[in-house]
């Protein structure tokens, strides 16, 4: 076990929603009005608490702070900009600091863009989700397509030009979603950076409730891939750079917060059901805002579990995050077992060997859990050939089931 590692990236939870979404488990609590004052304080505690413990080492020059939920722009925008201070101001003016605060456009006001540039917010993620006023309607969101524009043109206006826009795709064909017409709206935003989720059918959510009563038939498979390879292509057209499995950027608008956790950065997570990664050992908070809440203002302290990952996950969990990325896997593969299954991928068009590094493509993507297994199986049949770096994901792995590993959707922060 390594001591405690610096951390450069800052992850911090903001549970709140006016409603929640029909195919959301995401750590959550629905409230229109909350106590931003109250979550502040829990989060500053918490923050002193893991710092007394030893377990982190904060660095003097954050990289990233990233505030995802929940719905952030639910909250008094005062509040939020006053994250800077609890972290130390002085940590937040690296060059290249990178400051993401995700929003829904019904709530991302003039006010609210002011008061967060103002207090150095750089980066602004919208959860857009689609243009379509049926399919906004059907997942529960409480805002329109137009919403939508008039939120970037806000940020925009306060002086933040760093955004990025989220789209879901693999809706159900009942609600007669136009894919295509979405994408040619999202480029129509001129965002930086766009984000695609695949809807995934949860348990516990009204949706799996639908599907489990034949209310609603998911997307199938062919055009859940059919829609993803759509949007790649369209992008890639436009002149996005398709840096990880679900991201586009134009160039230099890659997300540092979330590059830094693919890389297998420490990072420390603050809030109701945050993860963190450091010196080898991960942790996870308390996931019900109420229990994070009333246990941090008694102890300081939000943890619920943590481990360290065995060596097999941490192989598995290794080639799987550099997978998901363009830059892909440096492995020693000439010559060996691995580098047969390579070459069967790339007769596939399911991956590319360049520069020693084995990439995805998004044919590739689609099958990722898939090509981690075999490659992992090929790996270690060669013997000692091993993928490099320190492995990080976000939640808890059960041991001895490498399937296990992909579970969890979110990364180093909950998005949406
Ligand atoms: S999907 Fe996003 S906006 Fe909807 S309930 Fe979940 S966290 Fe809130």
Request: hydrophobic share 35%; with cysteine; proline share 5%.
């Amino acid at each position: 076990m390594k001591g405690p590692g610096e951390v450069r990236n800052v992850y911090v939870h903001a549970p709140f929603c006016a409603r929640r979404c029909c195919y959301c488990d995401f750590a959550v609590e629905v409230n229109r009005r909350p106590d931003s004052a109250e979550w502040l304080a829990a989060i500053r505690t918490e923050l002193d608490g893991v710092r007394g413990s030893g377990r982190v080492r904060l660095s003097s020059a954050l990289e990233s702070l990233y505030v995802g939920g929940g719905t952030p722009s639910v909250l008094d925008p005062r509040h939020v900009a006053e994250l800077a201070a609890v972290v130390g101001r002085e940590r937040t003016l690296a060059p290249g600091f990178e400051w993401t605060v995700e929003a829904n456009p019904e709530s991302f006001t003039g006010s609210v863009a002011r008061r967060w540039a103002e207090g150095g917010v750089n980066r602004v993620s919208f959860g857009v989700q689609s243009f379509s006023s049926a399919a906004l309607r059907w997942m529960g969101r409480l805002h329109s397509a137009e919403d939508a524009g008039e939120a970037l043109k806000s940020a925009r206006a306060a002086g933040i030009s760093n955004l990025s826009v989220d789209l879901i795709f693999g809706l159900p064909a009942s609600i007669s979603r136009d894919w295509r017409n979405d994408l040619e709206r999202v480029l129509d935003l001129e965002a930086p950076h766009i984000s695609l989720y695949g809807l995934t059918v949860e348990k516990g959510t009204p949706l799996a409730r639908a599907v489990g009563q034949e209310r609603i038939t998911p997307c199938g498979e062919a055009r859940y891939r059919e829609e993803y390879l759509l949007a790649a292509e369209t992008l890639a057209d436009a002149g996005y750079h398709h840096y990880e499995v679900s991201n586009f950027a134009r160039p230099g608008f890659g997300s540092r917060h979330n590059t830094a956790c693919w890389k297998g950065a420490s990072y420390l997570g603050l809030g109701n059901g945050a993860h963190s990664y450091s010196g080898g050992r991960r942790w996870w908070n308390e996931r019900g805002w109420a229990v994070y809440r009333d246990r941090v203002s008694r102890s300081g302290n939000g943890r619920a579990g943590s481990e360290v990952p065995t060596a097999q996950q941490t192989r598995l969990e290794t080639i799987w995050l550099a997978l998901r990325t363009r830059d892909g896997l440096q492995a020693a593969v000439p010559g060996s077992a691995a580098l047969s299954v390579v070459r069967r991928w790339e007769a596939r068009g399911l991956a590319e060997l360049r520069n020693g590094a084995v990439r995805l493509t998004p044919e590739g993507w689609l099958v990722m859990d898939a090509l981690t297994l075999e490659l992992d199986g090929a790996l270690q049949r060669h013997g000692s050939e091993g993928p490099p770096g320190p492995p990080a994901v976000s939640g808890p792995v059960d041991d001895g089931d490498p399937g296990e590993i992909f579970k969890y959707p979110g990364f180093c922060h909950g998005t949406m």
